[in-house]
Structure formats: structure tokens, C-alpha cells
């Protein structure tokens, strides 16, 4: 994981903080069962990758064996990561006929866009305050793989989650990870949903330039405008293509 390989404790940079917890990772991966929760953490994240990204597509049934072999992982790991997962509304469990891939609640898009619309720019402005040159380093260095030639959208995605993800981390605060961290999946699947075909991210990833400028220049409040600016016309657009769709629906 990024946060892990690049930044190691995020309470080293929370002291100033409420927070005490001595978990180490913004994931929680250490404990006496640490062996078994990273595969449950590594199996989660493959597991969230596949769905968000439509590998498997909302109303598709998961077989608890089947994704063991697929992932070469024991019970116990894969049990977890789909509790995690039904937690998270990824995955939705009916007794005595089955699990599988959650369909889209329409109905819940409101309360995603508004709870993205707050927290995100709130993290944003705690990593304007607490984040490091090094985090801004690595934003910039995110940002300029923009520029090659052939760029995908879901490349472009992608750079757009890692600016996010610099930003959560740098916020200090891993309730905050978590939870946007869930709430950035969620959006994803959408777009992986509904707008794959005809989004513009290029200009959603230019947007980072400015706010990895007013990072650099730790100005809280021109970063949590530019932020939420940002993170409403990404949702606007979303909401957009969904409510386009909403006379075929593509899944349930
Ligand atoms: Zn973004």
C-alpha cells in the first residue's frame, strides 16, 4: 500500500492530535494476528480493486471458494475481507441464498457526494497544515506522469487517487483514511459505472496542480476551497451520467 511503503506511521505525524491509538498503520495491520490480517488487508484490496473497476459487476454472485483460488488465499482471509466488504456496502449478503456484488442504490448517491463534499476538503485542509515537503514531492512527481504521452483515463484515475491518498495521509488522521478511503471506492465504482466511456479526467487531475500549489504554500483555506470545488464537479458529473442512465439502467 502507498501510505505504508512511503510514509510509514501516521501517528508519528498525528502527536498533535487526540490520538494516542499505537496501532501502526492507517489500516491497522499490526497485532499478534498480524500474518493473517495483512492477507485478509491484501485480499480486501484485491478483492475492492475487482469490484470497483467491474471485474465483478453489481448482482454477480461470490462463491467464498471460487475467490479462494483466485486469489490463492486461505478461508479466514477471504471470510474477513468479505465481512469488510458487506460492511463497506460493496457487498451485500442475502441469508441462505448467497453473497454477491452490491447494485448501485441510486438513492444513496446524495449521501456519498455529501459526505465526500465536507471530509474531503476538512483532510485537505489538515495536510495543508501537517503535510511535509516530502508529501508534496511526491504529489508533484504523481502529477507529471500526466504529461507522458497516451495517458488512459483510469490512468488519469488513478493519479487523481494518489493526489487524494497524499492528501488523507498527510491529514494525519486515519479515521479520516479510512473513511475516505471507502467513500473514494464508492465513487469510483461509479465511474467505473457511468462514466468510463465519457469523462474528461484530465481536467479533474489539472485541478490537483492548483491545489498541490496551495499545499506547497500551507494556505488551509484557499486548499479545502479548491478541494471541495474539485470533489463537486467530479460528483456533479457522476450524478449526472447516473440520472442520464436512470431510463436503462445499466445494473440494478
Ligand atoms: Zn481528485
Same mark, same amino acid.
Given at each position: ?5 512511503? &510514509? ?85 449478503? #442475502?441469508?441462505?441464498?448467497?453473497? &454477491? ?8 448517491? %446524495? ?22 515537503? +516530502? ?21 488519469? /484515475? ?21 473513511? /475516505?478511503? *471507502?467513500?473514494?471506492? +464508492? ?5 467505473? #459505472? ?28 484557499? *486548499? ?7 470533489? +463537486? %464537479? ?11 442512465? /436512470?431510463?436503462?439502467? /445499466?445494473?440494478?
Amino acid at each position: 500500500m502507498y501510505q505504508d511503503e512511503s &510514509y510509514g506511521s501516521i501517528e508519528a505525524r498525528a502527536s498533535t492530535t487526540f490520538m494516542t491509538i499505537s496501532n501502526s498503520s492507517p489500516n491497522g495491520n499490526s497485532s499478534p494476528n498480524g500474518e493473517t490480517e495483512s492477507k485478509s488487508e491484501l485480499a480486501y484490496q484485491q478483492l475492492r480493486t475487482m469490484i470497483v473497476q467491474l471485474d465483478l459487476a453489481p448482482g454477480d454472485v461470490l462463491r467464498e471458494e471460487e475467490l479462494r483460488d483466485q486469489l490463492g488465499v486461505g478461508r479466514t482471509p477471504i471470510r474477513e475481507a468479505l465481512q469488510r466488504l458487506q460492511r463497506e456496502h460493496f457487498v451485500t449478503v #442475502l441469508p441462505r441464498r448467497g453473497m &454477491y456484488v452490491s447494485g448501485i442504490d441510486v438513492s444513496e448517491l %446524495s449521501m456519498l457526494f455529501e459526505t465526500r463534499a465536507v471530509l474531503e476538503p476538512y483532510a485537505a485542509r489538515l495536510a495543508a497544515l501537517r503535510g511535509t515537503d +516530502q508529501d508534496w514531492a511526491a504529489m508533484s512527481a504523481a502529477l507529471d506522469r500526466t504529461t507522458r504521452k497516451g495517458v488512459s483515463k483510469v490512468e488519469h /484515475l488513478a493519479i487523481d487517487r494518489t493526489c487524494h491518498e497524499i492528501m488523507w495521509n498527510a491529514s494525519g488522521n486515519r479515521f479520516l483514511w479510512d473513511t /475516505l478511503d *471507502t467513500l473514494y471506492a +464508492q465513487s469510483d465504482r461509479l465511474w467505473h #459505472l457511468y462514466l468510463a466511456e465519457v469523462a474528461n479526467m484530465e481536467h479533474a487531475v489539472e485541478e490537483h496542480r492548483a491545489i498541490l500549489d496551495a499545499l506547497t504554500d500551507g494556505d488551509a483555506e484557499q *486548499t479545502a476551497s479548491l478541494v471541495e470545488t474539485h470533489v +463537486q %464537479s467530479f460528483d456533479a458529473q457522476v450524478r449526472e451520467a447516473v440520472t442520464a442512465r /436512470l431510463a436503462a439502467p /445499466l445494473a440494478q
